[in-house]
């Protein structure tokens, strides 16, 4: 299989070059080129020559991007990641269930200028973001071991807790936020060193992320994992695609999405108001034999039945895409979330300045929003989509959001301030680490956030909040550890 030229026998890069880069760039690259064939689909499905252009233009201005900007890949997938949640995603999905993209959409058109001008926000911000510094001691190891393993340390701490505090809870945030140094210093532990399965403490993430999941019956903990797991291997390991590790990938894959069956089974038909019995459906799925034989092609016939056939209560919301399927798929297909409330939302005619300070106002130090204050189930309760004082937080994402609060112009302003105050953020935490890979690594569960993101507060807050704090910690952290080590040499 192949293996780079670059690298050295521990797989470390040569000075010129970073393997994450290279190698997510090239993953990247190999994802365009179906896209033409899946523009051409929805053609001939017939979906209206205004939609497949809008989507054409999307595809577009990505292409000349990666072609003219120099970025590391994992920026470039920031400043372009509603094309590929958004638009690549929904015609994806289309394809390989044979249905046309926007058959299903409330209102198409709408819904892929949204797409359309979040894009344009994003590439306008980096661009205005200016050149991000690549610093010359590439290959320099950016922290010690006694660093790396207090960060791994302090996340792991810090993991269980967030079962402890609601998900609304102010604790909850500080927890999570923690967690991102767990991210962190198991980068920095393998960037200096071979990638290894066996480490004691990747396995101990796994195992904590595991639990904390199946107790508070959320998969965000395990989303992040898997995603910083497989950046963290294409960063350090030797032969990221030989045959064997792609199959193991592939059998991966087999038993998330049968792992995200069971939570969402548990999650509508038993309930979190019922932890014990919760608990106990969930652990008795995992060690099921389907469950375990799941790769052979076995499997739980009624969780994927009655999945497939849950209607909600709720009936006026509902996304049609998706009707009569289940799948982690869905939860990466963007548009069609958003479309389910934006649609038949009026078009604004004037800017919500309450709205606005209210997002601005919530960034304050506090206790957390309240639940039933988020503007996303406000925003359902307007339409009529969800009885008054049901919340469910729909994921309308925050460029939905951002539109319902004034129309294009408020969600251009409001996308170029938020990425542009993160791609600042992201050179500065470069010169801090010195090393271009360990800031975008640190920065990018953050970005993750801001991709994926129901509210237009979270990704607000991250920007304003998250990451400046986490800074602090690092800073503090490293302080800690090397006066530590002056003292024993001393």
């Not at 995603?89 to 269930?97: P, Q």
């Not at 919760?278 to 389907?290: C, E, K, P, Y």
């Not at 993101?453 to 920007?463: D, G, H, K, N, Q």
Request: positive net charge; aromatic residues 14%.
């Amino acid at each position: 299989m192949f293996r780079e030229p670059e690298m050295l026998l521990v797989g470390r890069p040569s000075a010129t070059t970073d393997l994450l880069d290279y190698r997510f760039r090239r993953i990247l690259l190999v994802a365009l080129f179906p896209y033409p064939v899946l523009l051409a689909f929805s053609l001939l499905s017939g979906c209206s020559w205004e939609f497949v252009g809008l989507h054409a233009a999307l595809f577009c201005m990505v292409v000349v991007y990666f072609a003219l900007c120099k970025d590391h890949s994992l920026t470039l997938f920031v400043a372009t990641h509603s094309f590929w949640l958004f638009s690549y995603s929904l015609l994806m999905y289309a394809v390989l269930h044979q249905v046309p993209p926007d058959r299903y959409l409330i209102d198409p058109i709408r819904s892929s200028l949204i797409t359309v001008v979040y894009l344009c926000g994003c590439i306008c911000a980096r661009l205005l973001s200016g050149h991000v510094p690549i610093p010359s001691s590439a290959v320099r190891t950016p922290a010690s071991s006694r660093v790396s393993h207090a960060l791994c340390y302090l996340g792991l701490l810090f993991i269980p807790a967030r079962v402890v505090f609601g998900s609304e809870s102010f604790w909850y945030a500080i927890s999570a936020a923690f967690t991102q140094l767990y991210w962190l210093g198991l980068y920095l532990r393998f960037e200096r060193g071979r990638f290894r399965f066996a480490d004691p403490l990747l396995l101990a993430g796994v195992a904590l992320c595991l639990i904390v999941s199946v107790v508070d019956n959320r998969r965000a903990l395990m989303f992040e994992l898997c995603f910083t797991f497989v950046l963290i291997y294409l960063r350090t390991s030797i032969y990221p695609f030989s045959p064997p590790r792609i199959l193991l990938a592939a059998v991966g894959s087999v038993y998330f999405a049968r792992f995200s069956d069971i939570f969402l089974y548990a999650r509508i038909f038993v309930g979190r108001e019922r932890p014990a019995e919760l608990l106990n459906f969930v652990v008795g799925g995992i060690f099921s034999a389907s469950f375990l034989l799941a790769p052979l092609g076995t499997s739980d016939t009624y969780i994927r039945e009655a999945l497939e056939s849950y209607v909600s209560p709720y009936s006026n919301y509902r996304i049609a895409m998706f009707e009569g399927r289940s799948g982690i798929s869905e939860r990466a297909t963007l548009l069609p979330q958003m479309d389910a409330v934006v649609g038949v939302l009026p078009e604004p005619d004037t800017v919500d300045w309450g709205e606005i300070s209210n997002t601005l106002l919530t960034l304050l130090p506090s206790f957390g929003q309240d639940k039933d204050q988020n503007f996303g189930d406000r925003l359902t309760w307007r339409t009529g989509l969800r009885p008054a004082g049901i919340v469910g937080h729909p994921l309308i994402t925050a460029a939905g959001e951002f539109f319902a609060m004034g129309g294009y112009l408020v969600l251009f302003a409001f996308t170029v301030i938020n990425f542009l105050i993160f791609f600042i953020e992201l050179k500065l935490l470069i010169r801090l680490l010195g090393s271009q890979s360990v800031a975008i690594m640190f920065a990018f569960n953050q970005a993750f956030y801001m991709m994926f993101t129901s509210t237009a507060i979270s990704a607000t807050a991250v920007v304003l909040r998250q990451i400046p704090f986490l800074v602090v910690i690092y800073l503090a952290t490293k302080f800690v550890v090397t006066q530590g080590d002056r003292g024993q040499v001393r």
